[in-house]
Structures are given as C-alpha cells and as structure tokens.
C-alpha cells in the first residue's frame, strides 16, 4: 500500500479563496515532500519540510508537519487559475526511499 | 542541462513482448526512481536505487527488473508485458534522501500493452 494518503481527493474552488490539502503517511520519516503535476506532465517539486520542522513557508505555499499524527497539510493561499493542477505528497524515508500519496485533483475557477 | 531524460515517450507493445525503458539525468545525482501513475492511484515506486550498484523493490517490483548501469543511468525493463503493465512511467533522480533533497522527474513513458 502506498505510503501517503491525500484528502480531499479532489477539490474545487473559486480564484482568490485558499485551497487546503492533507496528507497522512504510515512510517517514520526523513522528510515530507509536496509535488505538483499538470495534466499528462512530470511532477515538479515545491517544498520539502525536514521531519524535525514543524512549518514551512514559501511564497503563497505554507507546509505543516505533525510527525506524532503522521500528517501534513498544504495550503495554497490567494489560489489562481493557474494553479489548477494535481497535488501529491511523498514520504522520505531512511534508505532513499521516496513514495507518494494518491494526489489532490485541485480546480481554481477563474 | 537537461535534467532527467526518458525514452521513448510513447510505446504501444503486444502481450509477451518486451522492452526496456531509458532513463538518464545529468544532475551527477546519486538516487534514482521508477514510477508507475495509473489513474486513480497516484504514483506507485517500482524499483530505485540509493546509489550506483544498488537497487532495491519498492511497492510493486513485480514483472520488471531494472539496472543502474552507471550513475547517470537506470533503465526498467519489461520482460513479458502484460495488459495490466499499461500505464504512464516516471522516471526520477535525487541527490539523495539523507540529505533531504527534491526529486527530479522526466516527462514519462506512456506505455500500451495490448
């Protein structure tokens, strides 16, 4: 079974609201990644939070991490059009193990 | 710098036939990936390897074996395809997971097996 859970699967909002997507993970981590992917491309990085950090912020983007509920969460904040894409967490863990999570279909109507 | 590169980008095979999939990154990276992404079900790890002359099984290793020729290379191979081998392939590379790095993907192989 794969090692990151999303949720919502998928979620639709409007252009200026905030879009927020969770994530759970079964094992200890050496970090928690969050990838984007536009329909029928590669993914593409966006953050990456240490397993001993607690928040992180980048641009419109902010990353929480709750290594005792095995959680994280993703916020995008004033969302665009342009964001509408597919969301996928990814555990690190020991050994360079890298796996994901099922995705986040996230739709911004203009 | 052309990052991850994978061939071919499209493939359509019959049952039972075979191939293998290229992947290369220029990034002197020492971690590299194989995915599968089928609908519904996100990115599932097939086989990487940690560093040159290292490869582990991830989530679903079974029908495919992989190399890591040298550092820059890792190719996946299907040695009787079936039906259910259908799917887009992801290649990706890290520097390496203990020193928390982000991966690096290509654009994918979307392979048919009919």
């Known amino acids: 079974s794969q090692q990151g859970e999303e949720d919502p699967q998928a979620l639709s909002i409007q252009e200026g609201e905030n879009a927020t997507m969770n994530c759970s993970y079964k094992?200890?981590?050496?970090?928690l990644q969050w990838y984007r992917q536009n329909s029928g491309r590669g993914l593409v990085h966006l953050i990456l939070i240490r397993s001993n950090e607690r928040e992180k912020h980048s641009g419109r983007l902010r990353v929480t991490l709750d290594t005792s509920k095995k959680s994280s969460s993703l916020l995008i904040t004033a969302s665009r059009a342009a964001d509408t894409a597919s969301y996928f967490c990814?555990?690190?863990?020991?050994?360079?193990?890298?796996?994901f999570g099922e995705g986040t279909q996230l739709t911004v109507n203009p | 710098n052309a990052g991850v590169t994978q061939t071919p980008k499209f493939q359509v095979l019959k049952t039972g036939q075979s191939m293998t999939l290229q992947c290369a990154q220029d990034?002197?990276?020492?971690?590299m990936y194989w995915y599968r992404q089928d609908p519904g079900m996100g990115l599932r790890l097939i086989y990487y390897s940690a560093s040159e002359g290292t490869t582990d099984k991830g989530e679903v290793p079974n029908g495919y074996n992989v190399s890591r020729l040298n550092k820059r290379e890792f190719s996946l191979r299907l040695e009787s395809a079936a039906p259910s081998q259908t799917s887009v392939y992801f290649c990706a590379s890290s520097q390496t997971l203990l020193m928390n790095t982000e991966a690096f993907f290509g654009q994918g192989t979307r392979l048919t097996v009919v």
């Open positions: 990814a555990a690190g863990t020991s050994g360079s193990r890298l796996t």
């Open positions: 990034m002197n990276h020492n971690s």
């Open positions: 094992t200890s981590i050496n970090n």
